[in-house]
């Protein structure tokens, strides 16, 4: 047997192929952002997984679920004030429908505001702490579904008053309907009693976070169990303000594969907003997405 035939080439067949081998697989956005994923606590008596049940959603879950999809002629956000609001307010709600067109990559309006009086007598109550509330679940049946442009992909109402979703709940942040594209939330516990120059900040960033939140179960992601994400449920203010703005790498995943949006443009357009605002915690944690995908 002739052993240096062979053995020349082998080596030349080494040289063909090392080459490939050795080129490392290039990460996909996603998997590269993931570093900045902050692990879940355990959680305390209290706090929303601590009292819920639920099943992790992968991404493979999210694909075959049933969601909401931006298309053409069908891809607009809507906000539907619905109360009193005073300047502060309006301020507040139009800087959350530029908020929401950011994260969504989508273009996002404000329709006319609705008065109180839309509410019967028979969807208000007075809650145990004195104030009047409205049923959140009337809010999405019969009246945002059939005030639903024909162009929206989802439609979110923001009440001025408190919202309970059951007569045994005390209250609830918001809540939303996956099938039908319509979601609500209520500013009256954001600003602890009264919007003010001084808690206007704490309570747009909390506006922020419950809209982003409720609109993203209407494209269908479920709440996160991977990381601290926008996407957690939650029980109480002090829950909201500890779960960041930003959707984890996985929800975004998610997110994105339905909205096909430009990651890097959706970080600097959230880098510049988080600035404006003077959210510091979310705008550093933008900053570090940002410095690992420049």
Known sequence: MN????????????????????QKKEKTYFETIAIDDIPLPKPKPGAWRY?????????????????????????????????NFDALQKKEIALTKEYLRIYFQLETKILPVLPNTVFPKTVRRISKEGQEQILAG??????????????????????????????EWNYVFGLASYEDGV?????????????TASNFNESLLRLIKIGSHEIGHMFGISHCLNANCVM???NSLSETDYHLARACSLCQRK????????????????????????????????????????
């Open 3 to 22: 052993l240096g035939k062979y053995s020349f080439t082998f080596f030349y067949l080494l040289l063909f192929i090392l080459p490939f081998s050795c």
């Open 138 to 167: 009337y809010v999405l049946d019969s009246i945002l579904i059939k005030r639903k442009p024909k162009d929206a992909v989802v439609l979110m109402g923001i009440t001025e008053k408190d919202l309970f979703p059951l007569p």
């Open 183 to 195: 979601g609500v939330t209520s500013i009256y516990r954001f600003a602890n009693g009264g919007l």
């Open 51 to 83: 009292h819920h049940e639920e099943k992790f959603q992968t991404f493979e879950d999210f694909q075959k679920g049933r969601k909401i999809i931006p298309k053409p002629g069908k891809n607009t956000i809507y906000l539907q004030p619905i109360g």
């Open 232 to 234: 957690n449920g939650t």
């Open 255 to 294: 997110l994105s594969s339905s909205i096909h949006y430009n990651d890097k443009k959706r970080l600097l357009e959230l880098k510049d907003f988080f600035e404006k605002q003077h959210h510091n915690t979310d705008l550093t944690v933008v900053n570090q997405d940002l410095n690992l995908v420049q």
